[in-house]
């Protein structure tokens, strides 16, 4: 098994939006905003895996968790190309997770755990309990807390230890007796959401112990623990506590677990084709479906192929077959192939995000727009903050070359792409573009001066 340790990359600095006024007046109302706003940078700054299906499973995890406490409903979740251990999660109901992270756990009750610990320092208003200690700084002095090691960078052989950003480092410095006991509630309170979500709070416990054996290995701390201190009283703590709970068992199958872990390493582009035979030899789905999608990236399809009709012979019926397949058949330009290939499975589950935009992918490629627009309209109206829905919607504008709004149209969903992709400035420029088109139509006119308006007051929110 790959862990994160193995991994090597950097990650690039995400410039954390000045606030103004001082962190206590943070209040429920603008932490949505908050929530945005960083999601936008991090969008904008970090390197993220946009994969529907991975994406959609750790989101479920994630609303499950969030469910039980009293935030409202997510902003969302990214994940993070990233090989280093972390994770961390923003006021407003955003989660973050590196690769790294689902790579070195062992189920996914272990990652709910992470997902727990993360929202119950969120629900806690941690962030906010800090004031006194950053008493006159901006929420970028929170950011050691909220935004944690994902602003950091992996230490460097330059470098030599783990570079951190200055209030982190501050925090660690200042705070480090009151951030453990920050951190001991957010363990306490942690698993009780997982418990009360339908995972086994021993993952938490689990995952302290496993995650502090393999960093006694390494010439570095792993970015989660330099931003959440790991002692031996709070991992006999966290054991005690979960011992203390109704014994449920692991909520997912072993193997529905490797299939994502050994997916999110290759779409990380984090192990190697010699690591994937030998899952394969052991007539193992994850690593038939690993390879599948590796020699997809390589241009092989010939090659995934072979792989993919190995895996159909083990499991008929794992969604993975049909977005594979379709991608096989896309990659050879066979596009109706790949309409044929995914069409049923999408008519069953109209509901699953990673089949509608697969299948809006093929309709693009077929030049069918309209068909387009009804598919993702459904989930854009649910989620306005779907990059990659949006970015397949301009698409689909582009090639409707019979609308008389078609540049109009192009313009808007173009500018929502780069707005939630925290290009603010283009995006605003892009609608005011839209706005001088659509001069002629007043309906249209009034929609996009609404937006226009939104768009300029959140990139010049102050709090």
């Known amino acids: 098994m790959s862990s994160a340790s193995e991994f090597g990359s950097s990650s690039p600095q995400v410039i954390v939006p000045e606030f103004g006024g001082g962190v206590g007046l943070i209040d429920r109302q ?10 936008r940078e991090i969008q904008n700054q970090l390197p993220l895996i946009h994969d529907a299906w991975l994406e959609d499973h750790f989101m479920l995890v994630f609303s499950q968790i969030l469910s039980q406490t009293q935030l409202g409903q997510p902003v969302g979740l990214v994940i993070v190309n990233d090989p280093q251990i972390n994770a961390f999660a923003v006021p407003g109901g955003l989660f973050a997770i590196n690769s790294g992270m689902i790579t070195s756990a062992k189920n996914l009750d272990e990652v709910a755990g992470v997902m727990g610990h993360e929202i119950a320092h969120v ?17 970028l002095a929170l950011a ?27 925090l660690l410095d200042k705070q480090l007796s009151y951030s453990r006991d920050q951190e001991r509630e957010a363990d306490r309170i942690g698993m ?9 709070p021993q993952a938490m416990a689990d995952f302290f112990e496993s995650m502090n054996r393999s960093s006694t290995q390494l010439s570095f701390l792993p970015d989660f623990w330099l931003t959440h201190p790991l002692t031996t009283e709070r991992m006999s703590e966290a054991r005690l506590r979960a011992n203390q709970f109704t014994p449920i068992p692991y909520s997912n199958t072993r193997q529905e677990f490797e299939i994502l872990k050994w997916y999110t390493a290759v779409v990380s582009r984090h192990v190697s084709e010699e690591q994937l035979k030998l899952l394969a030899r052991q007539k193992s789905l994850a690593g038939l479906f690993a390879l599948t999608q590796f020699h997809i990236q390589q241009g092989d399809y010939a090659e995934a192929q072979g792989y993919l009709n190995a895996a159909k012979a083990i499991n008929t019926q794992h969604n993975l077959n049909y977005l594979l397949q379709a991608d096989i058949y896309l990659g050879q330009n066979k596009v109706d192939d790949a309409y044929n290939a995914l069409i049923s499975r999408q008519r069953i589950a109209p509901e699953n995000r990673a089949l509608a935009y697969k299948l809006a992918e093929i309709l693009i490629r077929q030049n069918k727009p309209k068909d387009v627009e009804k598919i993702l309209n459904t989930f854009l109206q649910k989620n306005e903050r779907d990059v990659s829905g949006w970015q397949l919607l301009q698409q689909a504008a582009d090639i409707d070359k019979t609308n008389p709004m078609r540049t109009v149209n192009v313009l808007r969903y173009r500018a929502e792409y780069q707005f939630w992709s925290g290009d603010e400035v283009p995006a605003i420029k892009s609608l005011l573009h839209a706005q001088r088109l659509a001069k002629n139509n007043d309906l249209m006119q009034a929609k996009i001066s609404g937006r226009l308006k939104q768009m300029q007051e959140q990139h010049n929110l102050k709090i």
Do not use: W
């Open 123 to 139: 629900a806690q208003r941690h962030y906010s309990r800090s004031q006194e200690a950053f008493k006159g700084q901006s929420l």
């Open 192 to 200: 009780q959401f997982m418990d009360q979500a339908g995972y086994n």
């Open 30 to 39: 603008k932490e949505k905003l908050i929530g945005e706003k960083v999601y």
């Open 144 to 170: 050691g807390i909220i935004i944690g090691a994902a602003i950091a960078t992996k230490a460097s052989g330059d470098a030599g230890s783990a570079v951190m950003l200055g209030t982190q480092a501050a």
